[in-house]
């Protein structure tokens, strides 16, 4: 999460460097990984940091409307998702004949009316479903595989639920077993970190 912040800030700190080299004023990132890992929550949590609106693009979207338009029209600096961008299109062949066509939707977002200091987020739980046109550099600058948690991951959501309570325990045997989405649901569900502890060693005794 905090190399994305970084490159974030960056992003917003060199605003005149692209102007004035000519260069489209635009941020992408594709969030790929097995659902429940977090793609959504880390939007949600960005645009929350930096105050930034989420036009989220759907399929249903997409075939009542017109792509081009309905990216001039969104507002400077704000956050687009693509959510399951797999589920539209199997590289450039779109999965229902009332979506637009692949290079309609790249023109859209390449487009000198789409938004300025607009970041795009394009999410996926199938990579190998997406065309290499999409993903290529200067259309998604950063491509970040989110994972099942490790002990370091489970820990510091602890510490965003529990600031006072120290807890860390959580060695190899939890890692790769459980995805951020069920960590934060465990916390919701638990008034401690040591209830939190002992609800997840049960389920990690579930799952050997």
């Known amino acids: 999460m905090k190399s994305v912040e970084d490159d974030l ?3 917003y700190a060199n605003k005149q460097f692209y102007f ?9 990132f594709c969030l790929y990984g097995e659902p429940g890992t977090g793609k959504s929550s880390i939007i949600n949590y960005l645009a929350a940091k930096y105050g930034r609106y989420i036009y989220h693009i759907s399929a249903a979207s997409l075939t009542s409307g017109n792509i081009q338009n309905m990216v001039a029209g969104m507002g400077d600096y704000c956050f ?7 589920c539209m299109y199997h590289g450039r062949v779109p999965t229902d004949t009332a979506l637009p066509a692949f290079n309609d939707v790249l023109n859209a977002f390449d487009s000198i009316t789409a938004p300025k200091g607009m970041v795009l987020f394009i ?13 290529r550099p200067g259309r998604i600058d950063r491509m970040l595989n989110l994972t099942y948690c490790d002990g370091h991951q489970i820990t510091e959501f602890i510490k ?8 860390d325990c959580f060695g190899p045997e939890f890692e790769g077993k459980f995805t951020p989405a069920r960590i934060q649901e465990l916390l919701i569900e638990t008034s401690s970190a040591k209830e ?13």
């Open 160 to 167: 965003r639920f529990y600031p006072g309570d120290t807890w």
């Open 20 to 28: 004035e080299r000519g260069i489209p004023y635009h941020r992408g």
């Open 9 to 11: 800030d960056k992003f």
């Open 123 to 135: 999410t996926t739980n199938v990579i190998e479903h997406l065309d290499k046109a999409l993903v």
């Open 196 to 208: 939190f502890y002992e609800r997840l060693c049960h389920e990690l005794s579930l799952l050997q």
């Open 80 to 86: 687009v998702a693509v959510e399951d961008i797999d």
